[in-house]
Structures are given as structure tokens and as C-alpha cells.
């Protein structure tokens, strides 16, 4: 399911318009990019749970030459979903 095929789906579900539940959704995305650029997170009931963790510095290897190189530390969004959700 794609963006458009969501805002659809929502729209007919809570009986609103595909431009409302569009609005909807476009600020729930932008509450959530900026909740988790603070290192935040945001846990919705039901559903899961989504974070920041911090990945570590690592040896890695170029697929093509073989050559060892080195990957740099950075921030990644994870996301654990909630024990029943495909239940």
C-alpha cells in the first residue's frame, strides 16, 4: 500500500474526504519527523512503538573490489510493532 492507496483507505473508513484525510495524515508525518529528530519516540497503542537507536562505527566490504572499508556511526528510525497487532 502506497501513500495515495492509505489516504483512500482512511478517507473511506472515517468517512471524511481523501483532502482531509490527506491533511491527516501529512501531520501526523510531519509531529513524528520532528518528535524523532529530537531523539524521541513515539508509541501508539495497539500499533507499536518507533525510535531512534544509534548504530555503532564498523568494518564493512565493498561487494565489488573485496576492499575492507569503513562505515560511519549513525541514527536510525526502528520500529517494533505491538505484540497483537497481526493477530
Do not use: H, W, Y
Not at 55 to 76: D, E, F, H, L
Amino acid at each position: 500500500m502506497n501513500k495515495v492507496e492509505l489516504i483512500a483507505a482512511a478517507a473511506e473508513k472515517a468517512g471524511m474526504t481523501k483532502v482531509d484525510a490527506r491533511k491527516a495524515l501529512d501531520a501526523f508525518l510531519d509531529v513524528a519527523k520532528v518528535e524523532l529528530k529530537k531523539d524521541g519516540k513515539i508509541a501508539l497503542v495497539g500499533f507499536g512503538t518507533m525510535g531512534v537507536t544509534k548504530r555503532p562505527a564498523r568494518q564493512g566490504r565493498n561487494p565489488r573490489t573485496g576492499k575492507t572499508i569503513k562505515i560511519a556511526a549513525k541514527k536510525v528510525v526502528k520500529f517494533k510493532p505491538a505484540a497483537n497487532i497481526l493477530k
